[in-house]
């Protein structure tokens, strides 16, 4: 009974501390250009065994850079990668690494299970292949033309050819663009199961709420540097909290209706920031409770509260400059 | 007995790579054979070209001991050959760097080399393909005799005569974007057929078109087939197959300079 009533809290708290194996390291990597643009400017970025990170960064930032230099795609202008120790852009460091890509084109001409057994033939212990089609969702349509696949079902079948090798670090990049709920939600789950694995996951997306719900550290970057860096409540604190006075207590946005003025509110312990729009009034407070307690007690026709936690989006806007 | 455990890694290695190569040439061929824009056409342009030019055009026609249907049989194999190279490889790489699938492969533990030759291999399988067709249009509709040692001449010649045209696949693919890799293959494909013979005898052409034909490959891999039916009209057989070595070191130079450049880019 106590062991279930643990668990929870002890997979809240799975952020691998430093003594876990790193998998994968990039070590003050600069990526220079020949036009001339830095896409990354001596980035550091450690994967550690069994995490799931995600990477965010608006367009351009320099994700899919890192990303490709970490797949051996790409060399570094001054820096170092490695996975597993070694260096990516050999072939045998990558037996034990699985990518999802965004692919404009797979060849169209191929069926779901010959592109399967393409790729699990190049490494040397594969996957089973009845497990892939279940985890990857593709029963009943592996004698299909992948030309005559649906958008979602295309992404299933790259989802699969990533796991295809069973391997240990898995590059998944937009994993998740046009699936409908459904297989959005089991692509999350088989996700979190590998991590459970001892599997490590380096996610790219779009989707906050996705980084929010699956990775364990959510690493920002912008303009090819790391912004931000920590567990998801982390990141959310830090880009909704005053710039220069970073704390990593989780900070809440209560809005009201209130009267009480602005100076007065912030006077109030706790308080970080308080801006009144017409009626509305946005408190960010970083001991929400105390907070609420005074407010209540200084206004009793306040009304409407809404308390909420900040939003992955808006750190995210914040941390990467697009303020409002 | 130290000696057999020291190399049983070595053959495993080398055995895993030579599957993971012959499972990469099959489905390649086997993707091309179902790309029916593709298989038709680089089969169905030497057919058609052949039976208009070789068979119902010079129906029965010799010209001194030369069968035409036969010489034409030679020219139109190459220009067939040539098409299976520029547009199974070259047009097929193209599409596969533009849609970010080589990428997806170069991302994974297949050997580089996989890839290329497999490649290579489906042309050369369809270049044979072409090639047999061709002949069996010759033998039953225009009454041409081809015999046995021609006919493994001619094959030994496609296995080995697609090269040069594999490697200016690949050179086309990693120079020119893809959208305009078909239009620009094509501009580049028929003149160079033409210029080198395969469509109108040499003897036809103006002088000065007969002397430019020495720069072109698809001149020597014609003379060459040419000579394997005993027709060859000009120059030796070492010569054309400088050319075509010549030719095809130049292509691959090109290529390495092109993929260099591509690389620093990405």
């Given amino acids: 009974m106590s062991a279930v009533l643990e668990l929870p809290d002890a997979f809240a708290a799975n952020v691998p501390c430093p003594s876990v194996e790193a998998v994968a390291t990039l070590n003050l990597v600069t990526k220079r250009f020949p036009s001339g643009v830095i896409a990354l400017d001596d980035v550091s970025l450690t994967l550690r065994r069994g995490e799931v990170v995600a990477l965010l960064g608006p367009n351009g930032a320099g994700k899919s850079t890192a990303v490709k230099l970490l797949m051996g795609l790409s060399s570094p202008t001054s820096g170092t990668v490695n996975i597993f120790g070694a260096d990516p852009r050999n072939c045998s460091a990558r037996l034990r690494t699985g990518v999802m890509l965004q692919v404009g084109r797979a060849p169209e001409m191929l069926r779901v299970h010959e592109h399967i057994e393409l790729f699990r033939g190049y490494y040397p212990s594969p996957m089973a292949y009845a497990d892939i089609i279940q985890v990857a969702g593709l029963d ?8 005559q696949l649906s958008g979602g079902q295309k992404q299933r079948v790259l989802f699969a050819l990533a796991l295809a090798g069973d391997p240990d670090l898995i590059f998944l990049d937009e994993p998740t663009v046009g699936l409908d709920i459904k297989s959005r939600r089991s692509m999350w789950a088989q996700i979190e199961l590998l991590a459970a694995r001892g599997k490590t996951v380096l996610l790219t997306t779009h989707y906050l709420e996705e980084a929010d719900s699956l990775a364990q550290r959510i690493v920002v970057i912008d303009k090819g540097r790391i ?18 006075a970073m704390n ?9 209706v209130t009267a009480i003025p602005a100076h007065i509110l912030l006077s109030i312990p706790g308080v970080t920031s308080a801006t009144i729009n017409g009626q ?3 408190i960010l407070a970083s001991q929400a409770e105390s907070t609420l ?11 409407s509260i809404d308390v909420q936690s900040p939003k992955l989006e808006d750190a995210f806007l914040a941390l990467t400059g697009d303020h409002e | 007995m130290s000696t057999a455990t020291f190399e049983f890694p070595r053959t495993n290695y080398f055995t895993r790579n030579l599957t993971i190569f012959l499972r990469e040439a099959r489905y390649e061929f086997i993707r091309l054979l179902r790309t029916r824009s593709f298989s038709f056409s680089v089969a169905g342009f030497p057919v058609a070209f052949y039976l208009f030019f070789g068979i119902i055009m010079n129906r029965g026609q010799q010209i001194g001991a030369i069968s035409v249907a036969k010489y034409v049989l030679a020219s139109y194999t190459v220009f ?25 492969k170069r991302a994974s533990p297949m050997p580089p080399l996989a890839y290329v030759l497999a490649k290579c291999c489906s042309a050369v399988f369809f270049g044979i393909l072409i090639v047999s067709l061709l002949a069996l249009i010759g033998i039953t509709l225009g009454h041409v005799s081809v015999t046995f040692v021609e006919c493994a001449r001619m094959f030994a010649l496609t296995v080995v005569g697609v090269i040069p045209f594999v490697c ?28 080198g013979g395969l469509w109108v005898p040499l003897m036809f052409l103006p002088h000065f078109m007969q002397t430019i034909a020495v720069l072109m490959p698809t001149y020597h891999l014609g003379q060459l087939m040419l000579g394997a039916f005993g027709y060859a009209s000009r120059g030796t057989t070492l010569s054309h197959w400088c050319g075509l070595l010549g ?20």
């Fill in chain 1, 293 to 303: 307690r005074e407010l209540l007690a200084l206004d009793p026709s306040l009304h």
């Fill in chain 2, 247 to 266: 030719f095809t070191l130049l292509m691959l130079g090109i290529a390495a300079v092109a993929l260099r450049r591509l690389e620093q880019n990405s």
């Fill in chain 1, 248 to 256: 990593s207590r989780s900070v809440k946005i209560i809005r009201c």
């Fill in chain 2, 80 to 104: 067939g050959m040539v098409g299976a190279a520029l547009f199974g490889v070259g047009v097929g790489l193209a599409a596969d760097l533009a849609a970010g699938w080589l990428d997806l």
């Fill in chain 1, 140 to 147: 009943g349509i592996e004698s299909r033309l992948f030309g």
């Fill in chain 1, 280 to 282: 509305f009034t946005t």
């Fill in chain 2, 168 to 195: 200016m696949g690949l050179a086309l693919a990693l120079l020119v974007p893809f959208g305009s890799a078909p239009g620009i293959t094509n501009m580049i494909y028929l003149p160079m057929s033409f210029c």
């Fill in chain 1, 227 to 244: 912004v931000c860096e920590g567990t998801p409540a982390e990141v959310k604190s830090l880009g909704s909290s005053v710039p220069g």
